[in-house]
Nanobody
Framework: QVQLRESGGGLVQTGGSLRPSCAAS????????MGWYRQAPGKQRELVAT???????NYVDSLKGRFTISRDNAKNTVYLQMNSLKPEDTAVYYC??????????????WGQGTQVTVSS
């Protein structure tokens, strides 16, 4: 069984920062790429950023320069440093990871989501 556990969301004022994290645990044979997605009220879930096990990153263009994704492979943990937050960044942020176990090939796993609210 594999779990992704997120933490670090919350309420912040415009211009503030947050750094949610997501830790993968369980019967992990291989942890490939990890990433963050977000879903605002009434909108579809969208990609924020991804990072490979080797550290290569990919960002949605609109967030480059404000958000930084990183990971600690020893801890199976991915982070999202969010700076200069805006009200339009308000959303539930979901962690994603591609994980293989001893019983199954690479498969997408999702965290339960962490709420980020930016007040104006």
């Amino acid at each position: 069984q594999v779990q992704l556990r997120e933490s670090g969301g919350g309420l912040v004022q415009t211009g503030g920062s947050l750094r949610p994290s997501c830790a993968a645990s369980g019967s992990i044979a291989r942890l490939s790429s990890m990433g963050w997605y977000r879903q605002a009220p009434g909108k579809q879930r969208e990609l924020v950023a991804t990072i490979t096990s080797g550290g290569s990153t990919n960002y949605v263009d609109s967030l480059k320069g404000r958000f930084t994704i990183s990971r600690d492979n020893a801890k199976n943990t991915v982070y999202l440093q969010m700076n200069s937050l805006k009200p339009e960044d308000t959303a539930v942020y979901y962690c994603n990871a591609k994980i293989a176990t001893i019983l199954s090939p690479l498969h997408d796993y999702w965290g339960q989501g962490t709420q980020v609210t930016v007040s104006s």
